[in-house]
């Protein structure tokens, strides 16, 4: 089975959105990846529940939704429900990752722990048995189009041993600078999602660019 590729709408055309959506949809992305970003934890501001919620019904794809927000716990709520099938909640962003978590499966949704490339994953050991999918920036998060760190890869290693020796079922993503050429080394340290931004609505082809990624991940 190839890898799950969750396109990222941050790198779409915000005056094209409906056609951008369904663009990947029909190219076989499963997942939406959303960036909501709140000026604090990152530099930048994006959206918000209520458009998500909208997006909802405009699409059957997995809303893969990437809280980078101070302080989630007062947001996942909202976020689910707008329609949020998987919401990931930074580790850096709140003294309570527990809780937050616990919070968005209370929901019936997907829980998701996120770490930044300056985090180790001991500082998500704690809370891997009750999450369903582990998300390792690539990048430092805020902004598409910034070049994959390979540091990042050994501790994709490191989470998929630590995966594999306890008998845990989570997926594991990766988020930041992924394309053609930086794939490879992440699929083969174990990582099973694949956020794409910039790479796959660069404007040439997106469809082949998602056709690509299957590819290398199969
Ligand atoms: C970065 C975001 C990413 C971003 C990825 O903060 O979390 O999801 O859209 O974009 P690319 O693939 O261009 O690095
Ligand atoms: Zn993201």
């Known amino acids: 089975m190839s890898g799950i590729i969750s396109p990222s709408i941050l790198s779409a055309d915000y005056t094209n959105l409906e056609r951008d959506v369904k663009l990947v949809e029909k190219a076989g992305a499963e997942y939406l990846h959303i960036d909501v970003m709140d000026g604090s934890f990152v530099p930048s501001i994006s959206y918000g529940p209520n458009w998500v919620k909208q997006l909802r019904p405009e699409t059957d794809m997995i809303l893969d939704v990437h809280l980078m927000v101070i302080n989630p716990e007062k947001i996942v709520d909202a976020f689910a429900d ?8 930074h580790v850096e962003a709140t003294p309570h990752i527990h809780r937050a978590l616990q919070m968005i499966k209370n929901k019936g949704v997907k829980a998701e722990v996120v770490i930044n490339p300056g985090t180790p994953v001991t500082a998500i050991e704690p809370v891997l048995d009750m999450v369903d999918q582990v ?3 690539t990048v430092n998060p805020g902004f598409g189009g910034q070049k994959f760190l390979p540091s ?4 994709i290693a490191q989470l998929k041993a630590l995966k594999d020796a306890m008998g845990y079922q989570f997926d594991i993503e990766i988020d930041g600078g992924v394309n053609n050429e930086t794939i490879t080394a992440a699929y083969e340290a174990g990582a099973n999602v694949f956020v794409a931004g910039s ?6 082809d997106p469809a082949a660019k998602i056709a690509t990624l299957k590819a290398l991940t199969d």
């Open 82 to 89: 707008a329609g949020a099938d998987i919401i990931g909640v």
């Open 152 to 155: 990042t890869i050994k501790k």
């Open 199 to 204: 790479y796959v609505y660069d404007k040439v």
């Open 135 to 137: 998300l390792v920036m």
